[in-house]
């Protein structure tokens, strides 16, 4: 049982991560084709300055390190801030993201009316999304020691109120079929089933003692 909770604990923290890293890559994502369409006009005149300015508007995000704005040929048009990742590029307008170390780069295509008119890279921290991660592993470390203890205070609450009268009874079914003695009984206070069960069994072991007696 307690290798089971710790599976399931360990799948629900995986699923957490996983959810964690895709929340912060659909951000990235949805910033990325948002500048992207406001560099469409500067790479189609070929303004750089325009673009730069574009790009600064990454600086209302914090979180955000630095943008670079890709031309239709693939060669750096713009950037603004740090962008550690440049390559590898892919061929033609596809998103593509990367996880790194410290950052998550993203890369969008700019297009507009089917017309492609470069790619916009985006380098975002990672320090928040390490952060949760960190918070949600300690909850897991902190719950899996709830859980274990919890799990041992059942198994210590069984072993007392079930398991132990069960062995009781059994040691002292054993001893009246070793001494054949009948006179034996089991002590028990108890109101519960168990009750019931040792008190028929006390009067079972009676009414054969009775018989005993009366066959001498």
Known sequence: TTLVLALGLAVVLTSRIHLLKQEMTRHAL????????????????????????????????????????????????????????????????????????????????????NQVFGSLLLQTSTARLEAQIVDAKRRFV????????????????????????????????RQVT????????IESERSDELGVLFDDFNQMLGQIQAQNAALR
């Open 142 to 173: 902190l719950f899996s020691i709830l859980m274990g203890a919890l799990s041992l205070l059942l198994a210590h609450f069984f072993q007392k109120t079930l398991t132990g009268p069960i062995l009781d009874l059994a040691s002292m079914a």
């Open 178 to 185: 070793e001494k054949n003695d009948y006179s034996l009984r």
């Open 30 to 113: 949805l910033q990325a084709q948002l500048l992207g369409q406001n560099c469409i006009t500067p790479l189609d005149f070929g303004y750089v300055a325009d673009a730069v300015d574009a790009l600064k508007k990454i600086q209302a995000d914090p979180e955000v390190e630095g943008a670079c704005v890709f031309g239709a040929d693939g060669k750096r048009f713009a950037s603004f801030g740090k962008v550690g990742t440049l390559l590898p590029l892919p061929d033609g307008p596809k998103e593509w993201v990367l996880f790194e170390p410290t950052s998550l780069a993203v890369l969008v295509p700019i297009a507009h009316r």
